[in-house]
């Protein structure tokens, strides 16, 4: 069977910690090119944009966008006019109208779509779900707090229009919890603390519910520099069910759960590999929406400045 031929647009931060070691890690794909405005990637065709990869590189068949949010819709739509299969890390794009336009366009294009929610794919999730499957939940408490200068050391465009500020961790909670949900959720109301010199919130409460009137609340903090914290508690009738650690550690009533061995990208890559071979796609809108709808209702408060 040959390799899936891949290309990718946007060698940074989680090209590199990431999705590279994945990709060399599934023989299934094959890494031949990359496209990037920064360092290049070794031992592959380099190119400054998607355009000259696209015109002067080698064939590909799919390409994985690691670029910021911003601009990204023009480039997916340059990999569907060319018939690439497409894995786009989240968010998907700065807008939700983009985001809904590429699932038509992939649909149109005959190609699959991946919109890579890579904390869907932590090893706890799949036993949570299953256990709260049968469960009667009571209420939902997240707690997502970590430091972007960790995380995004120098990345002004966080900061920035369609860059989403601490909703970019805080979408991956939100990923997880419509993941684990039967129901859709509605944001009923937010509150968004913005430094004076953001466009973007640097921390965030948000009041959620779905048609059960299941209570949803998330604290989110970007400036959490000590002891960061990725939980979600959900309290059940029969029990309590927690995910530390992004959804690495799964409890119920304060006794560790076994959980998958397989880390979020080799999980997120063997997905699209098996989309590719279903000829299908898995491009879920709802963590953005509540994004959006965060940003619709939410009361501003005007924090102090942030500086990197
Ligand atoms: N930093 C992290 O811990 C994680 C980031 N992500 C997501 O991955 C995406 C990228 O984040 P980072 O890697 O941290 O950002 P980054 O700023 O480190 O990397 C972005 C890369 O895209 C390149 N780029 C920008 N525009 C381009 C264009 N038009 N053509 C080609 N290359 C272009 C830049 O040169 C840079 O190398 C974001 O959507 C973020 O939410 C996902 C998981 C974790
Ligand atoms: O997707 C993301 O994950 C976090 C961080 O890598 C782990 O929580 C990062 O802020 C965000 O882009």
């Keep these: 069977m040959q390799p899936i031929r891949l290309g990718l647009v946007g060698y940074g931060k989680i090209a590199q910690d990431q999705h590279v070691p994945a990709i060399h890690a599934n023989p299934a794909f094959q890494l031949v090119a990359v496209a990037t405005q920064g360092l290049p990637c070794a031992g592959v065709d380099n190119f400054r944009s998607l355009g000259e990869l696209l015109e002067n590189g080698p064939q590909v068949d799919a390409i994985a966008f690691c670029t910021p949010p911003q601009g990204r819709f023009a480039l997916v739509q340059q990999a569907l006019a060319a018939g690439k299969h497409v894995l786009v890390e989240k968010p ?7 985001a809904m336009a590429l ?3 992939v649909r149109e294009q005959g190609v699959s779509g991946l919109f890579a929610w890579h904390s869907r794919y932590a090893p706890g999730i799949a036993a949570a779900r299953d256990w709260l499957a049968s469960r009667t939940l009571q209420s939902v408490q ?3 707090k970590e430091d972007v200068r960790k995380w995004h050391p120098g990345q002004a ?4 229009p369609g860059g989403l500020g601490v ?3 805080g979408i991956n909670a939100l990923s997880i919890v419509t993941h684990l949900l039967a129901l859709p959720l509605f944001v009923e109301s937010a509150e968004l603390r913005v ?3 953001c466009q973007s919130p640097i921390a965030a409460s948000i009041k959620m519910a779905d048609a059960r009137h299941l209570d949803v609340r998330a604290e989110f903090d970007f400036d959490h520099g ?3 914290l990725w939980s979600i508690e959900i309290r059940c009738a029969e029990g309590v069910l927690r995910l530390d650690n992004g959804g690495a550690l799964l409890s119920i009533d304060g006794v560790g759960q076994a959980v998958s061995e397989e880390g979020e990208y080799a999980a997120v890559y063997r997905h699209f590999q098996q989309l590719i071979a279903d000829k299908t796609s898995d491009m879920d809108l709802q963590p953005l929406r509540l994004v959006a709808d965060s940003f619709f209702v939410g009361s501003r408060t005007a924090v102090e400045p942030f500086y990197d």
């Excluded at 465009?157 to 920035?160: A, E, G, M, R, V």
Aim: aromatic share 16%.
């Design 92 to 98: 998907p794009c700065a807008t939700l109208g983009e």
């Design 142 to 144: 997240i707690d997502w």
């Design 195 to 197: 430094p004076d010199n």
């Design 167 to 169: 909703f970019d961790p």
């Design 157 to 160: 465009w966080i900061w920035q």
């Design 103 to 105: 699932v038509e366009q």
């Design 226 to 228: 000590h002891d960061e």
